[in-house]
């Protein structure tokens, strides 16, 4: 049956190839969609590998409203990212709304923080919440528009910029929700949003949603998403860190700070009780100080590992007692406990007062996981951003919390990426995750780009160790020979910013062709500019190794300066690879190569973005020959020629080249 369907809509003369004007037959796409359609049927999980041009969003959007229509229930399509959950919805579910003969009905959701609050909008109207006369401009534009919206989505704004200060103060976040009490739930962009969604076959939601939900469903929280049968996550290889942060524990600074200022908004007539909210609120703000200010290791942005002793200590008599930082924490916990006993008060009446209660309990329940670093599946850290000082807790391995609280207890789930194999191996990614290989299959979709005449891999011969202080100078008089040879048309892509910025330094003064770098403005206006500047050469790092699509001549060659190993001293590594230690096995080969294979898979996969793209790969780590573990590297790769040589890559914008083949 499966074949049948699958013949009926990409077949030559199938449903897709008549309603849609470039559509071309692809063994790929045709082989995934049918291993997605066994997968429903027999109740499987299924990953799957496919790579660009595959066309992976048709070959699982059709199974996956085959099985609703056959089994009436509900699936969830989960995406890396909002740009291509917003694809889904604007383009590829209402082309085969229109083509298909069995009608089916889609809905989106998005983190609540995307949304305007009716609520909060009008409070904020007679409350001093903006400061000069262009925030009050565009304060007013959004009151006028959420007259207009029927979403609600900040998405619709294209005429503000993108970061508006005050959003934060009028979007409808959950932790400042009065919920049903609110009297303007009925009309709430939240609860329309909802009330589509459970109306709905096919629910299009991003990871970060999905794992917010997936931690609440069963406690007192309810849950965010309707019930669903199945999920398939696309850009799945995102799974692992975007779980621990959700299944993981946060307080901050701004936290704190936000939660005494909306004090201050409450309804309350009584003269006493306000004297005492604002004294507490006064006593909170000063102890925060004071417990924030002690974090002097932390002087710069970036993660630091809370230490074991660092908020308690043992004396020589073995008894535990509290570091001053512990006692800045007692003190600071036992206001914050005081205000709660203030806000009970008045919780039953004021709904205001009810939510400002339970931030205030979860803020110190948060604190005390973190400081007491009791759940030894955790690691503990903390993170400056600009002024934002994070304490965090996360879990240091995610297998176990997924297939208890996801993959026993849904169907079939469906995960795919372009990058989710290592050395032709899925076992990465399904220990990491946490799947029943009993379950669980696993297929590389063929590729409908032919990297052997369409690429080529350019490995410099005489590179140093990356580690050595000549690496960025040598780098640098590489990249600037390819450039030349390319004529710009090049992504720079660095594992580090001080690399990228390092590298931008010394080759933009060598170079005529435009330079651009990564933070001189915002992700998009950066690719715009690349796309619209002839010869243009972009250096990025992190932020653009994925998600980036260039076709055509523009991008012809994608240089990495080093093998995209992830920091061995960040926290979170440094306590999966610790994990992976003090259970026998060998951290770097069973996390730190497979991980860093899979950054490397998605850094190249930059280039080559449809049929007639051809261009050079330059990898100028040398280690990928010089290294045992460079062959795990070198097997990921699509198949294509490499060389030592840059005049192999010349001749190859010449229609023609030489070089092995990997």
């Known amino acids: 049956m499966e074949d049948d369907l699958i013949e009926k809509v990409f077949g030559t003369d199938g449903l897709v190839s008549r309603f849609h004007d470039k559509y071309e037959y692809r063994e790929g796409q045709v082989k995934m969609a049918a291993a997605i359609a066994t997968a429903f049927t027999d109740k499987k999980h299924l990953m799957v590998e496919a790579g660009t041009g595959t066309g992976k969003t048709l070959a699982y959007l059709i199974p996956a409203i085959a099985a609703i229509i056959r089994d009436k229930k509900r699936i969830i399509i989960s995406t890396g990212t909002k740009n291509l959950q917003e694809q889904l919805m604007e383009k590829d579910i209402p082309f085969l709304q229109k083509i298909l003969p069995n009608k089916f009905t889609a809905a989106y959701m998005k983190g609540r923080s995307n949304y305007a609050c009716l609520y909060r909008i009008k409070k904020a109207e007679n409350q001093p919440v903006l400061d000069g006369l262009e925030q009050m401009d565009h304060f007013r534009a959004i009151s006028r528009w959420v007259n207009e919206t029927a ?306 891999l350019y490995l410099p011969k005489a590179m140093p160790d990356p580690r050595s202080p000549e690496f960025t100078q040598m780098a640098a008089g590489e990249i600037i020979k390819i450039l030349e040879v390319t004529q710009g048309h090049a992504f720079v892509l660095c594992t580090s910013n001080q690399s990228m910025n390092a590298l931008f330094e010394l080759v933009s003064s060598r170079v005529n062709f435009p330079c651009l770098v990564q933070g001189s403005m915002s992700r998009a206006g950066l690719l715009d500019r690349f796309r619209e500047t002839p010869n243009a050469v972009l250096f990025a790092t992190a932020g653009f190794w994925q998600g980036v699509d260039v076709q055509g001549e523009q991008l012809s060659c994608v240089i990495i300066d080093k093998l995209p190993f992830a920091v061995p001293t960040d926290p979170i590594v440094a306590a999966r690879s610790r994990f992976i230690e003090d259970n026998g096995g060998r951290a770097f080969f069973e996390y730190s190569v497979p991980q860093a294979v899979i950054s490397l898979k998605q850094g190249i996969g930059r280039l080559i973005r449809s049929r007639t793209d051809r261009g050079v790969i330059a990898i100028l780590d040398p280690r990928l020959r010089t290294k045992g573990y460079g062959r795990d590297f070198l097997q990921s790769l699509p198949r294509m020629r490499i060389t030592s040589e840059l005049s192999d890559a010349r001749r190859l914008f010449e229609g023609s080249g030489e070089g092995v083949i990997i």
């Open 151 to 456: 979403t609600g989505d900040r998405r619709e704004l294209v005429d503000l910029p993108e970061e508006l200060s005050f959003w934060n103060r009028i979007n409808a976040r959950a932790d400042i929700c009065i919920g049903q009490k609110c009297p303007e739930f009925e009309p709430c962009f939240i609860t329309r949003m909802r009330s589509r969604a459970d109306a709905a076959d096919l629910i299009v939601v991003n990871h970060h949603l999905f794992f917010a939900d997936l931690n609440v469903r069963g406690n007192q929280f309810g849950r965010v998403i309707p019930d669903y049968s199945a999920v398939i996550f696309d850009e799945a290889h995102l799974i692992e860190d975007i779980a621990s942060d959700y299944f993981g524990f946060q307080v901050s600074n701004f936290q704190i700070d936000e939660l005494v200022r909306d004090i201050d908004g409450l309804p309350i007539t009584d003269a006493v009780s306000t004297r005492e909210l604002t004294r507490l609120s006064a006593r909170i703000i000063g102890l925060a100080d004071q417990f924030w200010i002690r974090f002097t290791q932390a002087r710069t942005d970036g993660r630091y590992p809370l230490l074991p002793d660092v908020f308690t200590h043992r004396t020589s008599s073995g008894e535990s007692k509290p570091t001053p930082l512990g006692e800045a924490h007692f003190a600071l916990d036992t206001a914050v406990k005081d205000l709660e006993t203030a806000l009970d008060a008045f919780a039953e009446t004021l709904p205001e007062a009810e939510s400002l209660l339970r931030r205030a309990r979860q803020a110190r329940f948060d604190l005390e996981f973190v400081v007491s670093q009791s759940e030894r599946n955790y690691v503990y850290w903390l993170e400056r951003r600009g002024k934002g000082i994070f304490l965090r807790a996360s879990p240091v391995d995610v297998s176990e919390l997924l297939r208890e609280k996801l993959f026993e207890k849904v169907d079939t789930c469906i995960l795919t990426s372009a990058t989710l194999s290592s050395n032709g191996s899925f076992n990465f990614i399904r220990e990491r995750l946490g799947l029943d290989s009993s379950k669980t299959t696993g297929m590389v979709a063929p590729t409908s780009f032919d990297y052997e005449k369409q690429a080529i």
